[in-house]
């Protein structure tokens, strides 16, 4: 008897059991075909290291085709004052980047465009518990509208971003898993973008009560990145790691230089992000038993407990 009540509850809430388990999962999935979408000497002819490439490149190359505009955004939300070194580094990669149109985001045109853009997204937006998920949510509706590169406020260029430009989505990785979008390059009307505009209204929950895995669930990297493993050709949205002896190459968590970026690490989310995803990542039979409350006949159980093994 119980176990029928169990079924019928499960059946009900099969949409948000299904969700939960997609971001629950991610450790388990994430590493699925990685050679594919993972940018690499061996399958892209390109190094990420950036040693062979001039700091001041500023396009794909010569004879390659640039899929990402040349368009900078930053993203100023809230009544939070910025700090004193954003605008150093802000201007630091409007330096290194010439020629680019630049976009500068505010409460104002922000709200402006979000209603005229994206006018079904709008009443959600709005009613965002956290600052930190609409400037998330606003991340994807730029980058879908325009396309181009968007940085976070603390993250100040060391070169140029010109030879990422021959992909069509690049986004750093995250470690032990998934990507971060600190930083986040895509062509204008991204398939994989879309996907996650398109997503947003069913991440939307106050998952577990906590405000920082709320924001890492509805809108932050790690649901992007759960939207990532899930995709049917993953190859079209590239993840820019290390090579094999360095895989943190170009990790932002945290206080950090990388071959292209200072980031300045004064955001919290980003440390938290980091150390929740760890946990995840180091103890996969907890996030089983965890998951477990997220299975249903609608997902893909025949597989589940090969993988918890």
Known sequence: MYSRSLLLVLYKFRGAVHTAWTLISLP???????SEFIISQESDGFDVTFANYSSFQTTAGKGVIDNVP??????MLGSRAPESTWNTARQSC???HPGFDYHLWTDENAATFVAEKFPDLKAMWDAYRLPIQRVDALRYMILHEYGGIILDMDLQCRRSLGPLRQFKFVAPAAHPTGFSVSFLMASRA??????ILQNLKTYDR????????TVMFSTGGHFASALHARLPNRAESKILSGPLSNPKLHSLNGQAVTPIFNHLGSSSWHSFDGWFLMLLGRHIKLACILGGISVSVFTD??????RCR
């Open 94 to 96: 409007l330096d290194w």
């Open 70 to 75: 040349a368009i900078l955004h930053h993203i």
């Open 28 to 34: 388990l999935y994430w590493p699925n075909g990685s």
């Open 190 to 195: 991204n398939e994989f973008v879309g996907n």
């Open 206 to 213: 106050n998952w577990f009560y906590l405000p920082y895995v």
């Open 301 to 306: 159980i025949d597989n589940l407990w090969d």
